[in-house]
């Protein structure tokens, strides 16, 4: 079981950049595929990015390729998310998950409280 926080949120212009962090408890965090989520006010929960175990397979909603990246050091029990070239449409909370490995499809059961992104135009 891992205990998920997220840091690193706040307020921006547009076209800047933030990167987000989220850091995980116990000792098993490489064996969690992780994710990144984003929620706006009156919008439904959006898939934004994932990982897997081993960093080696990623992916990305087509609203942020080739603008966020996301990565981890499982040495440090992080998980990032760098993200360039903001726009308001970004915009939401943001929430880190976690999925052990072997779930094939996912299943996120473990949450962070989350951290906002607000972007001004």
């Known amino acids: 079981q891992v205990q998920l926080v997220e840091s690193g949120g706040g307020l921006v212009q547009a076209g800047g950049s933030l990167r987000l962090s989220c850091a995980a408890s116990?000792?098993?965090?490489?064996?969690?595929?992780m994710a990144w989520f984003r929620q706006a006010p009156a919008k439904e929960r959006e898939l934004v990015a994932t990982i897997n175990w081993s960093g080696g397979s990623t992916y990305y909603a087509n609203s942020v390729k080739g603008r966020f990246t996301i990565s981890r050091d499982n040495a440090k029990n992080t998980v990032y998310l760098q993200m360039n070239s903001l726009q308001p449409e970004d915009t939401a909370s943001y929430y880190c998950?976690?999925?052990?490995?072997?779930?094939?499809?996912?299943?996120?059961?473990?949450w962070g409280q989350g951290t906002q992104v607000t972007v001004s135009s």
């Open positions: 998950a976690g999925s052990y490995f072997n779930n094939r499809p996912a299943k996120y059961d473990y």
């Open positions: 116990g000792r098993t965090f490489s064996t969690y595929d």
